[in-house]
């Protein structure tokens, strides 16, 4: 049996429109401002998000961002995650000094007052010493060891820095 090339292309619109519902609700303005590169990069800033979105791709991540992965829009744990695993190596480094760019992004991502940086910088280099004291350590893969970053970020975000960072 032979299937109608319109069949195919009504299937996939239908399975595009079910998969899509969550982010139906993000308006357009919404979409340049909380997806895709700029809205990673720039959360405080609407404008320059909606501006570095558009500069680097016309916004075509920040719409597909919107309609493959929704929760990665909203800030919180996507972008955490997402985060850490792309910027690990340079997190390592900055975590074990105490500061670095890539660290005070990772702050910013979890909605840390700067109020509250210093301790949970400190903190965070407490458990971070820990996990490189774990004798596996060097035999994890990259992305273990991000997960076991972020694993332990969201304890203290939930912990001990409720009133700080925001943990969702």
């Given amino acids: 049996m032979r299937l109608n090339p319109w069949h195919g292309a009504a299937l996939t619109l239908g399975l595009l429109t079910v998969w899509a519902r969550p982010a139906a609700a993000r308006d357009f303005d919404g979409i340049y401002t909380e997806c895709g590169l700029g809205g990673l990069l720039m959360q405080n800033s609407p404008g320059l998000a909606s501006c ?4 680097w791709d016309s916004g ?4 597909s961002s919107n309609i493959s992965s929704p929760d ?13 695993h792309g910027a690990y190596p340079l997190l390592e480094n900055e975590i074990a000094r105490g500061n670095g760019k890539n660290l005070t992004t990772l702050l910013a991502l979890s909605g840390c007052k700067d109020s509250a940086r210093a301790d949970v910088t400190r ?3 407490k458990d971070f010493a820990a996990l490189l004291g774990d004798p596996g350590y060097g035999s994890q893969t990259r992305y273990e060891r991000a997960r076991a970053l972020y694993e332990r970020l969201q304890e203290r975000l939930v912990s001990d820095f409720a009133e700080s960072c925001v943990a969702g």
């Fill in 72 to 84: 990665t829009c909203s800030g919180g744990r996507g972008r955490r995650v997402s985060f850490i």
């Fill in 123 to 125: 903190v965070l280099r």
């Fill in 52 to 55: 570095t979105n558009f500069t």
């Fill in 60 to 63: 075509t991540t920040a719409i």
